[in-house]
């Protein structure tokens, strides 16, 4: 048998549980990836599934999906297959948490598809608020989030650290806007899912990262659940190893997307969102590019003016600093990538770009007519506070008009997105 080979015994038709009363028949399937957990995979099963016929108003199939284990664990997922509905049991030849998720989510016939780690760290009583929003249709991902205003959680300082030092990694390195990456406690719309799949390509525990990378990438909607959480004792995860593959697989998708070369799908479309944490995060950023801006616009600013005059030299820095200015605010300030709409977004950055030259012109007319012959010294002074005030205009411009989400008619980019991605051969 090969690596994503399975064997499947699932229940009739792969119907699942169906919960009495004529509630809505849209199918859950919840994914249980194990790999030598024979000691606690029964209990938590059998305590999942109660959980699930008393608790979800939808049918229901829960998948244990044994990643190779050396153990009892696949006697035991057979043996529940075999006493309870709903159950069913896969095994894979080789381990991966990824490769697992990727065998029974791409073959399900689910409307949603999620998982959960099997020593059930996460309480159940998310569960129905992580599927809701997908199986409305609002979201299209979902994750429990263990840093999310509202969670509670019980752990140790070091995987605490760990977890919070991950997570600001990928804010601050890959500009993701989810809180937690690594929670064991995830949902997709199937449909969605299975598009998404074929373009991630680790197997093991950035799994997890990667697809929520990419599906923020094509600017699909995660929701976050807030979830009380209790580490496990028994964790067997080498903690040291799974952070080097980490960060192993963000440098690689942060190469792949600065080369496009890993070939994954980028929608012609747009859809500009509010970043990571609104005004604290767009503050800090736009004023570190800023200050990058200004430095790079008085040194160019220094060297045209040992040739041409005062006022030619500040258009020339101020018009070719403006271009690389706007490119950077799109993306890292505002979080909009792709190529619609960007020559549009210059040509706004153009109105901030002449609000900019009028202050700095004008200033610059002021100490000439002041002084007569200013120093270059002085000069530079005077552009520093002009330019201040001009990025001031700068920031409210950007903010308020150019990459503000209504102007962006981000709602009808959302609902064609994943069609003309599908249609363009994308997302297959």
């Known amino acids: 048998m090969n690596a994503t080979a399975l064997t499947d015994r699932a229940a009739p038709d792969g119907a699942g549980v169906e919960v009495p009363g004529g509630r809505p028949r849209k199918l859950v399937e919840v994914v249980v990836p194990v790999y030598n957990e024979q000691h606690v995979l029964e209990a938590s099963v059998r305590r999942l599934h109660r ?21 009892s664990t696949w006697a035991v997922a057979a043996r529940l297959e075999r006493e309870l509905t709903g159950v069913r049991a896969v095994h894979l030849d080789l381990k991966g948490r990824g490769r697992a998720l990727r065998a029974v989510w791409s073959a399900s016939d689910a ?25 409305s249709g609002h979201s299209d991902l979902a994750i429990g ?35 937690d990456a690594q929670c ?5 719309r199937t449909e969605v899912v299975q598009a998404l ?30 979830v009380d959480w209790i580490d496990d004792p028994d964790s067997r995860v080498d903690i040291v190893k799974t952070a080097k593959a980490d960060l192993k697989g963000m440098w690689r998708v942060a190469k792949a997307s600065l080369s496009s070369s890993s070939g994954a799908p980028v929608r012609a479309r747009v859809r ?4 990571p944490a609104g005004l604290r995060w767009q503050v800090p950023v736009f004023a570190t590019i800023g200050v990058l801006s200004t430095i790079a616009y008085l040194l160019l600013y220094v060297l045209l003016r040992a040739s041409i005059g005062a006022f030619a030299a500040n258009a020339i820095a101020l018009a070719i600093t403006a271009v690389a200015n706007t490119a950077a605010n799109r993306r890292f300030t505002f979080g909009v990538t792709g190529s619609r709409n960007a020559l549009r977004d210059q040509v706004g950055g153009l109105v901030a770009f002449a609000i900019g030259l009028a202050l700095s012109s004008g200033t610059l007319a002021a100490v000439h007519a002041g002084v007569g012959h200013p120093s270059r010294g002085v000069e530079v002074l005077a552009l520093v506070v002009a330019n201040g005030l001009s990025t001031l205009a700068r920031f409210v411009l950007l ?21 003309a991605a599908q249609n363009t051969g994308e997302l297959s």
């Open 145 to 179: 989030s263990r840093l999310a205003r509202g969670s509670a959680v019980a752990r140790g300082p070091k995987r605490e650290f760990i977890s919070r030092t991950y997570n600001l990694l990928l804010r601050t390195t890959m500009a993701a806007r989810f809180s």
């Open 111 to 135: 409307d949603v598809v999620s998982y959960m780690d099997v020593d059930l760290s996460t309480d159940l009583n998310a569960f129905l608020p992580l599927v809701a929003p997908l199986l």
């Open 399 to 419: 903010r308020a008009w150019v990459f503000h989400p209504r102007h962006r008619n981000a709602s009808s980019d959302y609902e064609t997105a994943i069609p």
């Open 184 to 188: 064991g406690f995830k949902a997709a």
């Open 272 to 275: 500009a969102v509010d970043p």
């Open 51 to 71: 959980y699930l016929v008393e608790n979800l108003p939808y049918p229901f199939r829960i998948t244990v999906a044994d990643n190779a284990s050396t153990d």
């Open 197 to 226: 799949l074929p373009r991630v390509q680790d197997e093991e525990w950035f799994f997890d990262t990667e697809l929520l990378l990419l599906a923020e990438r094509l600017g699909l909607r995660i929701h976050e659940v807030p």
